[in-house]
Every structure is written in C-alpha cells, then in structure tokens.
C-alpha cells in the first residue's frame, strides 16, 4: 500500500497522486490518500475528487500502521530507532528530501507514506497515457464551459495563465515565488504565434482584472472568469484542450499544459521558477517545453 499525503492546491494535489500513483502501479499494490494535512490549512481544500482518479481515502488506522503513529512506549523508541537506520525511502514514512527528482524514490519497498510536494514529471512520465485519462474532469462540459470548449477546438487556441493570489497577498510566497511581469508573457507570445495560423489567446487568473489592465495581446483574445476558485478544474480542462500554451510559475498551469495531449502542442514556461534563486528548479520543466 503506498500512501501519499495531500496538502496545496489543485495542482500540487496532482502532483502528489500521479508520483503515489506511479509507485503503486510499478510496485502492484493500491494508491491511498490522506487528507488529513487539510484540516490545519483550511485555505485550501481537497480538489481531486472532481476527476476520474484510481485512489481511495485512507483512514487514520491505516495511516498510523504505515508511520508508526500508533506506537508508544519502547516499541515506539525502537520504531524510530529502526527507521533513522534505514535509508530514506526504505522508511515506513518517505519524506521529500529536496526539492527536484530523485531518482532513490523509486526504491520504495513495503508500504509506505509519501510525504513531498514531488514537482518532476520524471516521476510519472512513464504512465503518462493512464495519469491523462484519470485527471480528466468525471462529469461533463455544461453552459459556458460547453460553447469555450468548441471555441477552442476551433482555432489554434492558446492557453495563458497569470498566477497571483497568493503569489501577492503573502509577502513569504512573494519572496519565493515571485511573479511573472508583463514583459514575460509578451517574450513567451512572440514565441508562440508564428506557429499559429489562426490564434485565439484564452487568458485564465486568478485576478483577470490585472490581466485585462497589464497584458498586451496582438491577436484575438478571450479572458476567462466565470469558473472561480470553486470550480478551478473546469479551468483545467479548458486549458488543457488549448493547442500551445504559456504558463506561469505555477503547478495548475503547468498541469493545463502536461494534460493537454495536441501531438504539435508547444508549451512556453518562464526561465526562473522560483523568485528565491537558491532552489534549483531545473527539474520542474520538461525538456521539450521553451523557457523564455
């Protein structure tokens, strides 16, 4: 039994899953999930129960069993006296141990807790075909999102996401993750509309009055704002149906474009993910996508 904890949002969430799902399938047993991580951050929620995802709650006795929590005592020393022993991802819990792939997680062995935030396709991409199938939205297109959906099929649609919610209000993730300026996304458009023959930028945000007021679009355009926070993952889908893509430094669009399966899609990221330069990043994307 592999159990993996979820904490962040939508797209951190995804992350989690498709790493635990990964491990689970190589090692043959079952992807369980633990929410309990949401009781004390309650600015986010559990998001994944929209898509069709091969997982199933954990219950705080399975939990305990994998870590060791319901040990007390001497069996408890000795518990964690065993484990501090043990290499990392031989233990009952695996904790991420930095940030980037490592490849020593796939040493997994027995049950175990997942405890990271997992941001490499290199954990996954082997399942690829399986992970696109299962975060896909388990009910279907309605109203808005139904007529955005074929305005996108009809045109060489172009996905952009500005992220910065969080990213602003808290001066902590201000520091680390910074935002991506104007001037990026007019780099990352240059880029991309000469292989488009008939564009159509969908600009997605969560503050969409910053984006109308700050970006500079040279092609037609559609700002897409009536989903809100509550239902992020039809923004996901409509991202992910989108031919090309420009992300932010974030796990949702990222997601948008990982999921969108356009055999000739191109996908623009920014050069610096992070805003604090002492965390490498070099893993978060992948090699085929243009870092501008």
Known sequence: MIIVRLLGGLGNQMFQYATGRALALRRGTVLKLDLSAFAAYPLRSYRLDHFRIDA??????????????????????IHGAVERRRPYYRRGMVRERRFGYDPKLSGVRGDAYLVGFWQSERYFDDIRDRLVAELTVSTPPEG??????????????????VRRGDYVEDPANLRLH??????????????????????????????????????????PATFVAHNGEERDYEDLRLMSRCRHHVIANSTFS?????LSTHPDRTVVAPREW????????RDVVPDSWLRV
């Open 178 to 219: 910074g935002t991506c300026p104007p001037a990026y996304y007019e780099r990352a458009l240059a880029a991309l509309l000469p292989r488009a023959d008939r564009p159509h930028v969908f600009v997605f945000s969560d503050d969409i009055g910053w984006a109308k007021e700050h970006l500079r679009i040279p092609c």
């Open 254 to 258: 990222w997601w948008g474009a990982w």
């Open 274 to 281: 992070f805003r604090d330069g002492s965390l490498d990043a």
């Open 56 to 77: 199933t709650l954990a219950d705080t006795a399975e939990v305990a069993r994998v870590t060791g929590r319901n040990l007390r005592g001497l069996r408890a020393r």
């Open 144 to 161: 808005d999102n139904r007529r955005l959906l074929d305005a996108i099929e009809a045109t060489d649609s172009i996905s952009l996401h």
